[in-house]
């Protein structure tokens, strides 16, 4: 059974920084490309970086240069390490894995973990 657990949100001051993970199981990790969304109260969900298996990196505008994404094959986690946080950038983050195994797509999503910045 595949699952994506989100850990590191929380609250900080504006300026602060927080490290997000997501740990993968069911044997989908090293074949995922990666991303995190981020989704605010009343707005749509919208992609914050993503990365592939072969570490080709994307980032949304409103992040480059603050954001960073990484992956860890041996541990099966991906890592958002976020500084410099601006209070728009409070949102529920929400870790996601696709690919393709057996030939078919897959598309799965964590449970989210919140962030919250303090001005």
């Known amino acids: 059974q595949v699952q994506l657990v989100e850990s590191g949100g929380g609250l900080v001051q504006s300026g602060g920084s927080l490290r997000l993970s997501c740990t993968t199981s069911?044997?989908?990790?090293?074949?995922?490309?990666l991303g995190w969304y981020r989704q605010a109260p009343g707005k749509q969900r919208e992609l914050v970086a993503s990365?592939?298996?072969?570490?080709?990196?994307i980032y949304a505008d409103s992040v480059k240069g603050r954001f960073t994404i990484s992956r860890d094959n041996a541990k099966n986690t991906v890592y958002l390490q976020t500084n410099s946080l601006k209070p728009e950038d409070t949102a529920v983050y929400y870790c996601?894995?696709?690919?393709?195994?057996?030939?078919?797509?897959?598309?799965?999503w964590g449970q989210g973990t919140q962030v919250t910045v303090s001005s």
């Open positions: 990365i592939t298996s072969g570490r080709y990196t």
């Open positions: 996601n894995a696709k690919g393709i195994r057996y030939l078919r797509d897959f598309d799965y």
């Open positions: 069911g044997g989908i990790f090293s074949i995922s490309t």
